[in-house]
């Protein structure tokens, strides 16, 4: 089954304390990216990656870390989380190029809390 | 600066009424647009795009250039879609980024 996967689901934390949230894809697609969605701020991006060892900065992402060593996986790192990063995360992934593109296949979301 | 607006938070309606959730996009050039949606627990998922003028589960949305305007519309609501709406534009530039601009949603609630 064609699908985006995220790890954890669920996670709560403490201020400080490094964590990574894994993403995952095995549609092949070139482009991934990590949004954040919070109330009345809508969807966020925070960075996104056009292929291997490609990424570069959305709209919001001071706090978080990427890389993309592999076509298939784009963990989202925080390094020293705060409350404010206190979210829902979606990971997304899509084809890029030509072919179809913007039609975007996201992850179950990550919710995380940073106390 | 690009943006999409949803400019309602909320829209409840009954069972059977006409449903309007509204967009708005700033202009550049011809634009291209979508619709996703979420549902109750479940992951965000593309619901419509403007460029193949489709109808999907009875929704159709229209681009109107004149009013920068492009709306979701379904005459008679049910309640399997209540969810949440995210309307979205692609940002300017090179097509192969692929970035997207949401809107900040609209809360579609259906009541029996």
């Known amino acids: 089954e064609a699908q985006v996967t995220q790890n954890p689901r669920y996670l709560i934390t403490v201020t400080g304390k490094k964590l990574t949230v894994t993403c995952s894809q095995n549609?092949?697609?070139?482009?991934m990216s990590w949004y954040r969605q919070d109330p009345g701020l809508g969807l966020r991006q925070i960075y996104y990656?056009?292929?291997?060892?490609?990424?570069d900065k959305g709209d919001v992402p001071e706090g978080y870390k990427v890389s993309r060593k592999e076509k298939r996986n784009f963990p989202l790192i925080l390094e020293s989380p705060s409350p404010n990063q206190t979210s829902l995360y979606f990971c997304?992934?899509?084809?890029?190029?030509?072919?179809?593109?913007?039609?975007?296949?996201f992850g179950p979301g990550t919710r995380l809390t940073v106390t | 600066a690009q943006r999409v607006t949803q400019p309602e938070k909320l829209l409840s309606v009954f069972k059977g009424a006409p449903v309007e959730l509204k967009c708005n996009y700033s202009?550049?050039?011809?634009?291209?647009l979508f619709w996703y949606v979420q549902y109750s627990r479940q992951r965000l998922q593309l619901l419509l795009r403007?460029?193949s003028r489709e109808s999907i589960k009875g929704f159709t949305a229209d681009l109107n250039k004149g009013e920068t305007s492009f709306h979701l519309k379904k005459p008679f609501a049910q309640e399997e879609d209540s969810a949440m709406y995210y309307c979205?534009?692609?940002?300017?530039?090179?097509?192969?980024?692929?970035?997207?601009?949401f809107g900040t949603g609209t809360l579609l609630a259906v009541q029996p």
């Open positions: 997304a992934s899509s084809s890029g190029g030509n072919k179809t593109p913007y039609e975007q296949y």
């Open positions: 549609m092949n697609h070139e482009y």
């Open positions: 990656s056009m292929n291997v060892e490609v990424t």
């Open positions: 202009y550049s050039g011809s634009p291209e």
């Open positions: 403007h460029i």
């Open positions: 979205a534009r692609p940002y300017p530039g090179p097509r192969a980024t692929n970035k997207l601009i």
